[in-house]
């Protein structure tokens, strides 16, 4: 079966650290690039980190750049979010995501991160 | 990365259609033909609808259409049914410096 599996979430306090990683399975993972997009409870869609298959490009969006990083183990099929300094304004549900032609063919269920003091 | 805009809500009874517009920049929607659509139904997670503007995946009934002028995407659900009451985002490649974009989300409701 294809498919991503998320792990890692759970409650931190503000300024903590937390990593996030996504398990895939059922097609060649090497081949494809990967995302992690978030949504906070009751909000819309934000995205959050983007890698090719080799991780020779990553980019972040600008709401997380130099606290986050992306990284990935293509020979455990494994996608990980690597997340510092976290806010209460990072509570969301994050969602790792298949790239597509520009596009997100695939979405894990989520992890859920909850920062609060 | 200001997010694309979308309208909160639209609504059609069965059968009728509804069309969401998603409002971006020449850095975005207009400067790219690459345009995704979603649909995300309580508790569950995003589906691609289509991609490259106008784009079907496998799978994705032909009620699902795509369409752009200029800076303003369009999604179009044709023939609507009571499964397609559910929140709709787009997204936008927008550039090498700011990569992705989504929209503000509209919810549909099926009267």
């Known amino acids: 079966e294809v498919q991503l599996v998320e792990s890692g979430g759970g409650s931190v306090q503000p300024g903590g650290s937390l990593r996030l990683s996504c398990a895939a399975s059922?097609?060649?993972?090497?081949?494809?690039?990967m995302n992690w997009v978030r949504q906070a409870p009751g909000k819309g869609l934000e995205w959050v980190s983007y890698?090719?298959?080799?991780?020779?490009?990553?980019h972040y969006a600008d709401s997380v750049k130099g606290r986050f990083t992306i990284s990935r183990d293509n020979a455990n099929n494994l996608l990980f979010l690597q997340m510092n300094g976290l806010r209460v304004e990072d509570t969301a549900l994050y969602y790792c995501?298949?790239?597509?032609?520009?596009?997100?063919?695939?979405w894990g269920q989520g992890a859920m991160v909850t920062v609060s003091s | 990365q200001s997010a694309l805009t979308q309208p909160p809500s639209a609504s059609g009874s069965p059968g009728q259609s509804v069309t969401i517009s998603c409002t971006g920049t020449?850095?975005?929607?207009?400067?790219?033909?690459?345009v995704s659509w979603y649909q995300q139904h309580p508790g569950k997670a995003p589906k691609l609808l289509i991609y490259?503007?106008?784009k079907r995946p496998s799978g994705v009934p032909g009620r699902f259409s795509g369409s752009k002028s200029g800076n303003t995407a369009s999604l179009t659900v044709s023939g609507l049914q009571a499964e397609d009451e559910a929140d709709y985002y787009c997204?936008?490649?927008?550039?090498?410096?700011?990569?992705?974009?989504f929209g503000t989300g509209t919810k549909v409701t099926v009267l």
């Open positions: 490259e503007v106008t």
């Open positions: 059922g097609f060649a993972f090497n081949v494809y690039s």
């Open positions: 020449s850095s975005d929607v207009g400067g790219y033909n690459c």
């Open positions: 995501a298949r790239g597509y032609q520009w596009a997100f063919d695939m």
């Open positions: 997204t936008s490649y927008a550039g090498s410096s700011s990569w992705s974009v």
């Open positions: 890698i090719t298959n080799s991780a020779s490009t990553i």
